[in-house]
Nanobody, 113 residues
Framework: VQLQASGGGLVQPGGSLRLSCAAS????????MAWYRQAPGKQRELVAA??????TNYGDSVKGRFTASRDIKNTMYLQMNSLKPEDTAVYYC?????????WGKGTLVTVSS
């Protein structure tokens, strides 16, 4: 399983970004997916999770601002609104499939004026 995250960049506080995570292979529909982030000097934390059935769960710090979704082909998204400087981090996508976890390379999101 290969995962490729994209869509990061520099945005001003209050702005929006949409991240994408493309999964290789034909197993995407069987995988539970998630977004994690890691800020400098901090541990990696869960941002949002979306099951293969479409159920979602969010970290407390992003509830009401971020929305995870997935299409039926191979891509997961994270719509991030009302961004704050504390959202600055490298964002990673994760897939859980048949008891195994897979990580993609991260994409950097910087929220700064």
């Amino acid at each position: 399983v290969q995962l490729q995250a994209s869509g990061g960049g520099l945005v001003q506080p209050g702005g929006s970004l949409r991240l994408s995570c493309a999964a290789s292979g034909r197993i995407f529909s069987d995988a539970d997916m998630a977004w994690y982030r890691q800020a400098p000097g901090k541990q990696r934390e869960l941002v949002a999770a979306i099951t293969r059935g479409g159920d979602t769960n969010y970290g407390d710090s992003v509830k009401g601002r971020f929305t995870a979704s997935r299409d039926i082909k191979n891509t997961m998204y994270l719509q991030m609104n009302s961004l704050k400087p504390e959202d600055t981090a490298v964002y990673y996508c994760n897939a859980k499939l048949y008891g195994m976890g897979y990580w993609g390379k991260g994409t950097l999101v910087t929220v700064s004026s």
